[in-house]
């Protein structure tokens, strides 16, 4: 320690004049080291973590999904102070070893870096505060990185003093989305590591290089999916049954009864513009009529009757055409929906009906 340096030059300096003029000589010619002392990073290994990403089919680039809490890395310089042998020391704290820089494309705002991932079309935009991220060659030894900021430490009154000590950084990250993406993990990815410069000029000892390495921040793996809107299981396949109704009830063609409700319901990221396209492959003359078939599990089908099907506002559907129905809602979307019987001619006739629809839900 300095204090123990200094007591025993004391003690030598009394043994005689001849010994303190040598001893004076030996000081003004400062020797040189090629490593400067490290200092300490507290948590020496800290991680970031960025909850998993679902991204929507046709999003745009840019940011995605929710930026990572807050890790705050602590840099304290007086133990590497006090294994030298000066009397000030002026530690310059630096990020190096920086992640696979993405060089195509620019930080969301143009500030941060963005470093690449192994997930195509996703890279890892990184800030920090008070000083922000960045990709130039300040980092150990003229080598990428950015510094962080400078501690100045002397030995005055005999006691170690430094200042500003520690000296605190804020990190956050967040995915951004660059191009075409292809769902997978992003493995844990060792984003920089942390070193320093000492400058003591004209002091015993002084340093011509970066210290190793004291400190890593690391993004702890990540999950990027794409989303989808899922139908409920009860909405997967229905059946609507229609109440028995008497032939009368269809005097003509055109004339519908026993108009029946049913619901479909999916669920969906917030916000999607989203559109139904319902299809038949026996679409009657008539708008949204599905044509029975010629056989039912009951035996044959009635004649001169269909099944008509008729969205919220009771208008017909029209079948192979994209209904839009706007932006999907926070929660469970219901879709409300009716079927009716249909006379499609004159007469009708007794006997069961059936058909057969598909729903196609889309959505951008």
């Known amino acids: 320690m ?7 030059y004391l003690a030598r300096a009394a043994q005689g004049t001849l010994l303190a003029v040598a001893l004076l000589i030996l000081a003004l010619r400062p ?5 400067s002392p490290a200092c300490t990073a507290s948590p ?14 046709g999003a745009s680039n840019g940011k995605i999904g929710q930026p990572s809490p807050p890790v705050t890395v602590s840099i304290d310089c007086l133990q590497a102070f006090n294994s030298t042998p000066n009397y000030y020391d002026n530690f310059t704290l630096q990020t190096g070893q920086l992640a696979p820089l993405d060089q195509t494309n620019t930080p969301p705002g143009g500030s941060g870096i963005l470093l690449q991932t192994n997930v195509p079309g996703i890279d890892v935009w990184l800030t920090a505060t008070p000083t922000q991220a960045s990709s130039g060659n300040n980092g150990p030894n003229g080598t990428l990185g950015w510094a962080i900021g400078t501690v100045q ?10 200042n500003p000590n520690p000296i605190s950084t804020r990190f956050t990250a967040q995915l951004v989305k660059t191009g075409p993406v292809s769902p997978g993990t992003i493995s844990n990815l060792k984003i920089l590591q942390f070193f320093d410069t000492d400058s003591a000029p004209n002091q015993y000892l002084t340093y011509s290089g970066a210290s190793n390495a004291y400190g890593t921040l690391t993004l702890n793996p990540v999950t990027v999916s794409m989303s989808t809107c899922n139908v409920t299981a ?5 059946n609507v049954i229609l109440p028995t109704i008497a032939t009368n009830a269809l005097p003509g063609a055109g004339s519908v009864a ?8 999916y669920s969906c990221p917030v916000g999607w513009s989203l559109y139904m396209t319902m299809s038949t492959t026996r679409p009657a003359v008539a708008t949204g009529v599905i044509l029975s078939a010629a056989t039912c599990t ?22 192979d055409v994209a209904q839009p129905l706007g932006n999907s809602p926070n929660g469970l979307l ?21 058909g057969t629809g598909t729903f196609t839900m889309s959505y951008q």
């Open 44 to 57: 020496k290994n800290a991680a970031i973590s960025i909850p998993p990403v679902s991204i929507a089919p």
């Open 234 to 238: 009860g909405s997967s396949n229905i």
């Open 2 to 8: 300095k204090s123990d340096r200094f007591a025993r």
């Open 31 to 35: 020797a040189s080291a090629q490593q």
């Open 258 to 265: 026993g108009r029946t409700p049913f619901i479909i319901q």
């Open 298 to 319: 009951q035996g044959t089908s009635a004649s001169n009757i269909g099944i008509q099907v008729l969205q919220n506002n009771l208008q017909p559907v029209q079948f």
């Open 153 to 162: 430490c002397d030995f005055g009154g005999y006691q170690l003093n430094c």
């Open 334 to 354: 219901t879709l409300n929906y009716y079927a009716q019987y249909y006379a499609t001619g004159s007469p009708t006739g007794p006997g069961p009906v059936c």
